[in-house]
């Protein structure tokens, strides 16, 4: 079967740094996506990569290893907004988004 | 310009009830995703259009889902005979290059 996962819940201080982690087990892959949802609003795109490494847009940044199905979205400078749930998403042979649960980052001041 | 829209935001409907779900995707984007999306969880795959054709509709739980994109933009999604279970926020998506645009969402609550 395909599996996406991440952990639940992560709270991090105003200002600082968290990284997420993203395992999967897709069939075929076609590039891994994370988005960024808001309690109550629709997912928004954050970043896209299909490619090893390092992929760098602003405050955030996100990784992926293909050979160990692998990836982590990096939050730099934390501010209150980033309060949010951040999807994990592998696109498969299909070209279908397969979507982790999510996780909860919770920023204290 | 503007997003993607769908309408109603709520639906609240009773159980056996039919009910219809609209989206208007982005201008000029031909494929166009449904989903649904349960507290906690990410967004369930249901069916992907490509143009006017359902191209994937192997995420649409059972056939009392249908969902129709008549004139390649605005698509309806479909559920007939409505059970509790069907309770969720489905969201629909319309999709440029690698990037799929999310619309609003319409939280279905059947009692």
């Known amino acids: 079967g395909q599996n996406i996962d991440q952990p639940t819940e992560m709270t991090a201080t105003e200002g600082a740094i968290v990284q997420i982690n993203c395992t999967y087990q897709t069939s075929g892959f076609n590039g891994l996506f994370w988005y960024q949802q808001h309690a109550g609003e629709a997912p928004t795109f954050l970043s896209y990569?299909?490619l090893d490494g390092l992929e760098e847009k602003g405050r955030f940044s996100s990784f992926l290893s293909r050979s160990k199905g692998y990836s982590y979205l990096l939050l730099k400078e934390l501010q209150m907004k980033d309060s949010a749930s951040y999807l994990c998403a592998v696109r498969d042979s299909n070209y279908q988004l397969i979507w982790g649960a999510g996780t909860k980052l919770i920023i204290k001041p | 310009g503007a997003g993607v829209s769908q309408t109603p935001s709520n639906k609240v409907t009773e159980k056996g009830k039919y009910v219809e779900l609209r989206c208007d995707p982005i201008s000029g984007h031909t494929a166009l995703y449904w989903y649904r999306q349960s507290l906690g969880q990410g967004p369930e795959f249901l069916i992907y259009?490509?143009?006017?054709?359902?191209?994937?509709d192997s995420g649409l739980p059972n056939d009392r889902f249908f969902a129709v994109r008549p004139e390649g933009s605005v698509s309806t999604l479909k559920i007939q005979r409505t059970e509790r279970g069907d309770s969720a926020v489905y969201l629909c998506a319309s999709s440029w290059d690698n990037e799929q645009f999310f619309g609003p969402g319409t939280r279905l609550t059947v009692l």
């Open positions: 259009f490509q143009g006017t054709g359902a191209a994937d």
């Open positions: 990569n299909v």
